[in-house]
Nanobody
Framework: VQLQASGGGLVQPGGSLRLSCAGSGRTFSNYAIGWFRQAPGKEREFVAAISGSGVTTDYAESVKGRFTISRDNRKSTVYLQMTSLRPEDRAVYYC?????????????????WGQGTLVTVSS
């Protein structure tokens, strides 16, 4: 499966942004999708994940209550709605697919990666 992330940009603290991850090439609903982020000088970290059916989700503690992951398999797209953004949310955000359809946090489990989209939170 090929993935393409989009929707990044510049937003003020407290603002909102929605990222999209569009998939192609395989049956999209067979894959769990995870969002990860990497800030300058830091390791890539887990943000959120969703099962192929959309029933199961998981969030990092740092974004729980502020970010919402969802998917529309008819459009082969996963979304990450981000609200109450903070300067520390600034990072390049990546989406990735797990062909075991397992909602997991470990980067090593994800087989397919999209290119990143940059989110900048600044006044």
């Amino acid at each position: 499966v090929q993935l393409q992330a989009s929707g990044g940009g510049l937003v003020q603290p407290g603002g909102s942004l929605r990222l999209s991850c569009a998939g192609s090439g395989r049956t999209f609903s067979n894959y769990a999708i995870g969002w990860f982020r990497q800030a300058p000088g830091k390791e890539r970290e887990f943000v959120a994940a969703i099962s192929g059916s959309g029933v199961t989700t998981d969030y990092a503690e740092s974004v729980k209550g502020r970010f919402t992951i969802s998917r529309d398999n008819r459009k082969s797209t996963v979304y990450l709605q981000m609200t109450s953004l903070r300067p520390e949310d600034r990072a390049v955000y990546y989406c990735a697919a797990d062909d075991r359809d397992a909602v997991v946090r470990g980067i090593q489990w994800y087989d397919y990666w999209g290119q990143g989209t940059l989110v900048t939170v600044s006044s």
